[in-house]
């Protein structure tokens, strides 16, 4: 609809009712130029003709109208996820043409030729179990030393109380053999050999400070505790090998028939040349190394720092690596396991005694696992020591017994629950 009531004054030659004429100036408001002037140059001014075009509501309203409409029935038919397949009929359709599936980026088949590629068992490096390092291993002697020597290990002393014990299935030497001192964290014994090597030890370690602590006489200690001194009527140098050796004899059992009844002479007590009283310095008063001034020294050599590290390494290098061996056969893998088998070896009792255990309680050797050991070492632990007990034929000594429960006590905490790796049982890992 055109409206044609405008009413516009007749400007120009030409102007009409129905498309008047304009007329404005085409100079900027910023020129300066007064703007009332249409004289001047070409461009000074420009010309045209107005039209109005008005529009009725109604067309207005059907144009949004359509509009409106024609957005609302916009549809994209992209699922988010895979339709869920129809339930197949149990009577399929004949003849039926197939569906052509659709594909769409959600599509797991369009992707089944890389996942089969890539989908492969992962690479996993197996955990065989941790390390036996030598920390590893000292930490396990500590938790032995509790068995051996108490809560002060490094300066333990046994002063040779096994020859004032009364004998018994156990302690057949009772009242008869003088095993001598016994010292530090795992008992090294002076009948043994074993204090004297732990004593060359801690020469290596400091010959100045071991000098200083055992006196000008330090020589002939050693020389005593390793190949032991010349005696008269001695031709051993551990008195209890030799009783060992005589005890099922005439002359041992005359001799424990005396020891039993108390009325065993002095003469007849059995002394290796590694227990012999020696002077406490050059030329002095001879003293066995359980009394006296010499007890007093070895309790200070306990309190050096470098006479506690022999201590710790020999124990490592002289009774646990040995034990490795037995251990890594029998797939004895637990801290708990190896500790026992290592307290077994320092006292001299049969490495067998945990395996024997194991078949009378039904656990499978080799053992397979951690819990299986425990149930071994419970085992001997909850035998009775009043009574003379056996394992597939193998004596178990009280002290065995004593020496499980404490071991499962591990007042250290470092029977760590964690399964070693046999194959770190070498020297080659002892660093």
């Avoid at 024997?356 to 696992?369: D, R």
Wanted: aromatic fraction near 8%; charge should be negative; glycine fraction near 6%.
């Amino acid at each position: 609809m055109i409206n044609d009531d405008l009413q516009q004054p007749d400007l120009l030659a030409g102007s009409d009712a129905i498309f008047p004429v304009f007329l404005r100036t085409n100079v900027s408001p910023d020129s300066g130029e007064p703007q009332t002037q249409l004289s001047g140059g070409p461009f000074a001014y420009e010309t045209g003709y107005i039209c109005n075009v008005a529009i009725a509501d109604e067309i207005v309203e059907m144009i949004r109208n359509s509009g409106e409409s024609t957005e609302v029935q916009q549809h994209h038919d992209v699922p988010l996820t895979p339709k869920a397949p129809a339930p197949s009929s149990t009577q399929p359709a004949v003849n039926t043409p197939p569906v052509p599936k659709k594909k769409n980026k959600n599509d797991t088949a369009d992707h089944q030729q890389l996942i089969d590629r890539l989908n492969k068992p992962p690479h996993v490096i197996e955990f065989q179990g941790v390390i036996l390092d030598r920390n590893e291993r000292l930490q396990i002697i500590a938790a032995i030393a509790l068995c051996e020597s108490g809560h002060d290990p490094f300066t333990a002393e046994n002063r040779d109380t096994e020859f004032h014990a009364q004998p018994s299935p156990s302690l057949s030497y009772g009242r008869l053999v003088h095993i001598g001192l016994s010292y530090g964290i795992i008992q090294f014994t002076q009948d043994s050999g074993s204090l004297g090597k732990l004593l060359q030890r801690m020469v290596q370690k400091d010959s100045a400070k071991f000098a200083e602590v055992f006196g000008d006489n330090y020589a002939e200690l050693i020389a005593l505790t390793t190949t032991g001194i010349d005696v008269s009527n001695v031709d051993y140098a551990s008195g209890q090998a030799h009783w060992n050796s005589i005890r099922h004899t005439s002359e041992g059992t005359h001799l424990a028939y005396l020891a039993a009844h108390h009325t065993l002479p002095v003469s007849s007590e059995i002394r290796g040349k590694r227990v012999q009283p020696i002077a406490v310095n050059v030329g002095g008063l001879k003293q066995d190394l359980w009394e006296g001034k010499w007890a007093t020294r070895f309790v200070e050599a306990g309190k050096v720092d470098a006479f506690q590290e022999a201590e710790l390494d020999f124990a490592v290098e002289g009774y646990m690596n040995p034990a490795l061996k037995f251990c890594k056969d029998k797939n004895i893998r637990s801290a708990l396991g190896i500790a026992f088998v290592t307290a077994c070896a320092i006292r001299g009792a049969k490495k067998m005694l945990i395996t024997a255990a194991a078949k009378c309680c039904g656990v499978a050797v080799p053992f397979v696992s951690g819990d299986d050991e425990k149930r071994a070492v419970e085992y001997i632990a909850h035998l009775d020591p009043t009574h003379a007990n056996t394992l597939a034929g193998i004596p178990v000594q009280r002290d065995e017994i004593v020496r499980a429960k404490t071991l499962l006590k591990d007042e250290t905490g470092f029977l760590a629950e964690d399964l070693y790796y046999p194959a770190t049982y070498t020297s080659e890992y002892d660093h």
